[in-house]
């Protein structure tokens, strides 16, 4: 399952964005906010909605949102 729309929702939420403005091949560096506390904001927003958990390394190797919907897809299928 393609996991994309959701964690887009919980991109523009949390880095305070229109939803268009979220791609799948978004960076950290096209946000502003996307700083190394809004990425530990992300991660446990996107671990409290769609009910996963990412190890230290995942989160670690996170640099867009592409990475984000492949390790969910990886554990939720």
């Known amino acids: 399952m393609n996991y994309f729309h959701e964690i887009q929702e919980i991109?523009?939420?949390?880095m305070a964005v229109d939803v268009s403005a979220v791609k799948v091949d978004?960076?950290?560096e096209d946000f502003e906010r996307w700083d190394s506390l809004e990425h530990?904001?992300?991660i446990m927003e996107i671990e409290a909605?769609?009910?996963c958990?990412?190890?230290i390394e995942?989160?670690?190797g996170i640099q867009s949102v592409?990475?984000?919907v492949s390790i969910v897809g990886e554990k939720l299928g």
Request: net charge positive; proline share 0%; charged share 30%.
């Open 58 to 60: 995942e989160i670690a």
């Open 40 to 42: 530990l904001n992300l």
């Open 66 to 68: 592409q990475d984000i």
């Open 53 to 55: 958990s990412f190890s």
């Open 49 to 51: 909605e769609l009910r």
């Open 26 to 28: 978004s960076k950290k």
């Open 11 to 14: 991109v523009a939420k949390v």
